[in-house]
């Protein structure tokens, strides 16, 4: 049984940091695609950024870019956002997802973790 599982959100001032980590388990294999995306009420999931298990190959929504890092500790399945300069529109419930490199639709996702940025 594969498993995701997001930690690291919470409530910060604009301009803060907050570090989410996604922790994963079971059998993935190695070819993966790793990536986080966000949701508000009302709106649809945004796609945050993405990391490619080979190369390491990084994508960010415009959104972010700049201000979010994407990494992964290959070591332990383990891979990260880091969020500086926060604003108060990155507001959402951050979710962690991964799926294999020849599918299509992200196949496994966390529960979601709560990020509030006040003004």
């Known amino acids: 049984q594969v498993q995701l599982q997001e930690s690291g959100g919470g409530s910060v001032q604009a301009g803060g940091s907050l570090n989410l980590s996604c922790a994963t388990s079971?059998?993935?294999?190695?070819?993966?695609?790793m990536g986080w995306f966000r949701q508000t009420p009302g709106k649809e999931r945004e796609g945050v950024a993405v990391?490619?298990?080979?190369?390491?190959?990084?994508y960010y929504a415009d959104s972010v870019k700049g201000r979010f890092t994407i990494s992964r500790d290959g070591a332990n399945n383990t891979f990260y956002l880091q969020m500086n300069s926060l604003k108060p529109e990155d507001t959402a419930m951050y979710y962690c997802?991964?799926?294999?490199?020849?599918?299509?639709?992200?196949?496994?996702w966390g529960q979601g973790t709560q990020v509030t940025v006040s003004s």
């Open positions: 997802a991964a799926k294999h490199l020849w599918v299509h639709d992200w196949t496994y």
């Open positions: 990391i490619y298990s080979l190369g390491g190959m990084t």
């Open positions: 079971g059998n993935f294999g190695s070819m993966l695609c």
